[in-house]
Structure formats: C-alpha cells, structure tokens
C-alpha cells in the first residue's frame, strides 16, 4: 500500500480566531502531521505526516504585504532568527511554525497586537461596508430610479437567493468585526493571547457555517447560469 505524502484536512475555525487556528495546528502536529509549506487552501489545510512531535504555531498580520504573497525576506530571517518559519498565508495572517522549545516570542507586546488588530478590523468593517451599498443599496437605488421596485414583489424567486447571500455574508462579517473588537480590547488590558485555546466547541458552528456558505454561494452560481440561458437570444 502506497504511503500517503500529504494528509488534507477540512480546517475547524473561522479566519478570524487565530487563537483556536493555532491550537488546532497545535494539536495536529502532536498527532503527527506537519503544515507543509504554502498548505493552506480555502477552507483546506495540507500537512505532512510524520513522527508526533511537539510545535507551536502562531498568526501575525499579514496587511503589510500585497495579496497573496508571503512576508519579505527580512521579516522572514528576522524571524527565523528566533526560530519561527513562515509557512502559509490565511487571509489577514501569516503562519508561522517553531519546534523548538525555547523560542522567542513573534509577537511580545499586547498593545501592539491590539494595533494591528484594529487595523485589520478596520479591513473588515470597510468590506462591510462594501457589502451593503454593492449589494443591498445600489441595487435598490437602481430599481427605484427606473421604478421597478415592484419586481420585487412580481419575482421573489429572483432576488431571494442574492439577497440571502448578502445577509449571510454580512452577518458572517459582523461577527469577525466583533471577535476582533473583543480580542483588541483583551490586548488592550495587557493580557496576552491565549495560544492553548480549546477550539474543538466552535468546529461544528464553523462546519455548519462553511456549508450554509457552500450551499449559498452554489445556489446564487446556478441561478446566474440559469438566467444566462434562459435569457440569451439564439
């Protein structure tokens, strides 16, 4: 039987808990399974498998790079200096992992952590925004600039779907806009991050909440191909 050289697995937390990421990564690496490098993918995480060894895991900002890129070189030997490696990126965080003990910490100061963290609140409340006036307002201004809010009421079936997709990614990001809000005013106390976060009671929240996106996100692509059909002239 072939040995398997890459272990994939569905990843239990939402972006925006760094700390049940770091646990859960924390935990997979004491079973024996190592995230490989760039072994982030959408909601999947890739590892290699191997001897059960100890590591830690830890997330840090990553909005002063461009989109889909790591971190520069000096920030990667700085940290490797103090025995981190960088490993993946995950949205607004970089990944970084250390298997030695004795490792200094990436990030020391609370308050500069809550910096960066209302930095990246900041993100999402703008993507927020974004949301509402693409999606809700606009397309209401357009409807009733040339009065057809009645098609509203005329074709329900057309507008639930989007209009559903936009409140639940709305309701989706308000909740990242409030856990970061309460993580930033923990840092802000001076109390640090906590690295050993039990992250097994939100997976099944965050299971149901990647397939109520996955179902939304299908419907709305089915919809759109279904208009396109029935809509092009032949």
């Given at each position: 039987?072939?040995?398997?050289?890459?272990?994939?697995?569905?990843?239990?937390c939402a972006v925006y808990d760094v700390e049940a990421m770091?646990?859960?990564?924390?935990?997979?690496?004491?079973?024996?399974?190592?995230?490989?490098?760039?072994?982030?993918?959408?909601?999947?995480?890739?590892?290699?498998?191997?001897?059960?060894?100890?590591?830690?895991?830890?997330?840090?900002?990553?909005?002063?790079?461009?989109?889909?890129?790591?971190?520069?070189?000096?920030?990667?030997?700085?940290?490797?200096?103090?025995?981190?490696?960088?490993?993946?990126?995950?949205?607004?965080?970089y990944i970084y992992r250390a298997v030695s003990p004795d490792?200094?910490?990436?990030?020391?100061?609370?308050?500069?952590?809550?910096?960066?963290?209302?930095?990246?609140?900041?993100?999402?409340?703008?993507?927020?925004?974004?949301?509402?006036?693409?999606?809700?307002?606009?397309?209401?201004?357009?409807?009733?600039?040339?009065?057809?809010?009645?098609l509203l009421v005329q074709y329900p079936w057309y507008w639930?779907?989007?209009?559903?997709?936009?409140?639940?990614?709305?309701?989706?990001?308000?909740?990242?806009?409030?856990?970061?809000?309460?993580?930033?005013?923990?840092?802000?106390?001076?109390?640090?991050?906590?690295?050993?976060?039990?992250?097994?009671?939100?997976?099944?929240?965050?299971?149901?909440?990647?397939?109520?996106?996955?179902?939304?996100?299908?419907?709305?692509?089915?919809?759109?191909?279904?208009?396109?059909?029935?809509?092009?002239?032949?």
């Open positions: 039987m072939k040995e398997k050289t890459r272990i994939r697995k569905l990843i239990p770091e646990s859960w990564l924390r935990d997979q690496a004491a079973q024996g399974c190592l995230l490989e490098e760039d072994g982030i993918f959408g909601p999947w995480a890739y590892f290699v498998p191997g001897p059960a060894r100890p590591a830690a895991y830890r997330l840090t900002s990553s909005l002063s790079s461009p989109e889909f890129t790591g971190p520069d070189e000096e920030a990667r030997d700085l940290s490797a200096a103090y025995g981190w490696e960088y490993l993946a990126r995950r949205k607004e965080f490792v200094r910490e990436l990030d020391t100061d609370p308050q500069i952590q809550a910096l960066i963290l209302r930095a990246v609140r900041r993100r999402t409340i703008g993507s927020i925004a974004t949301l509402l006036v693409m999606g809700i307002c606009y397309p209401l201004f357009l409807l009733a600039k040339d009065g057809q809010l009645g639930m779907i989007p209009f559903a997709c936009v409140v639940w990614f709305l309701s989706l990001s308000f909740a990242s806009s409030r856990h970061y809000q309460r993580l930033g005013r923990h840092l802000q106390e001076g109390r640090p991050l906590d690295h050993q976060k039990t992250w097994r009671p939100q997976a099944r929240r965050h299971l149901v909440c990647s397939l109520v996106s996955a179902l939304l996100t299908g419907l709305l692509v089915v919809q759109l191909v279904l208009v396109l059909v029935f809509t092009t002239p032949f």
